[in-house]
């Protein structure tokens, strides 16, 4: 499959890889947090790559912008729900600030692109003028 666009985007590869330190650092939790804080942290980290995987299929300059934007969200609700992690006693001080230096550069990394989005979006469809994604900073 030749299809990439996302993919290439440094905002989608740094949310994938604080996607997975999350799942990995999920295992150690009890398991009576199994549907509780374990689903919720997930669930959040998931739901970033989830948006802006989304919002780039989108095309319209509008729909993109506001799943960039949902995706920073996620990025906080992945940072309160690690601090209930520590808070909880399930991950110590170091792994707190680690994950909630992942979650900084990657709240970070879509203000680029939304920037990008707003310089080129003059029009409401910007099916015309998709991203080329190598070109990207974000």
Same mark, same amino acid.
Not at 66 to 89: C, H, K, P, Q, Y
């Given at each position: 499959?030749?299809?990439?666009?996302?993919?290439?985007?440094?905002?989608?590869? %740094?949310?994938?890889?604080?996607?997975?330190? #999350?799942?990995?650092? *999920? =295992?150690?939790?009890?398991?009576?947090?199994?549907?509780?804080?374990? &689903?919720? #942290?997930? !669930?959040?980290?998931?739901?970033?790559?989830?948006?802006?995987?989304?919002?780039?299929?989108?095309?319209?300059?509008?729909?993109?912008?506001?799943?960039? #934007?949902? &995706?920073?969200?996620?990025?906080?609700?992945?940072?309160?729900?690690? *601090?209930? &992690?520590? !808070?909880?006693?399930? #991950?110590?001080?170091? %792994?707190?600030?680690?994950?909630?230096? =992942?979650? %900084?550069?990657?709240?970070?990394?879509?203000?680029?692109?939304? $920037?990008?989005?707003?310089? $080129?979006?003059?029009?409401? !469809? *910007?099916?015309?003028?998709?991203?080329?994604? =190598?070109?990207?900073?974000?």
């Amino acid at each position: 499959m030749e299809y990439k666009g996302y993919k290439e985007l440094k905002c989608y590869m %740094e949310a994938r890889l604080l996607r997975k330190f #999350i799942s990995t650092l *999920t =295992k150690k939790f009890p398991s009576h947090e199994r549907f509780l804080l374990i &689903a919720q #942290i997930i !669930d959040s980290s998931i739901s970033l790559t989830r948006n802006m995987a989304e919002g780039y299929g989108r095309y319209t300059y509008s729909d993109t912008r506001n799943f960039f #934007i949902m &995706a920073r969200g996620s990025v906080t609700e992945t940072i309160g729900n690690l *601090t209930t &992690a520590f !808070d909880e006693s399930y #991950i110590t001080l170091d %792994e707190l600030t680690e994950g909630e230096q =992942k979650c %900084e550069s990657v709240f970070k990394l879509p203000n680029g692109y939304i $920037s990008y989005l707003d310089r $080129s979006g003059t029009s409401k !469809d *910007t099916t015309s003028k998709a991203p080329n994604s =190598k070109s990207q900073k974000s």
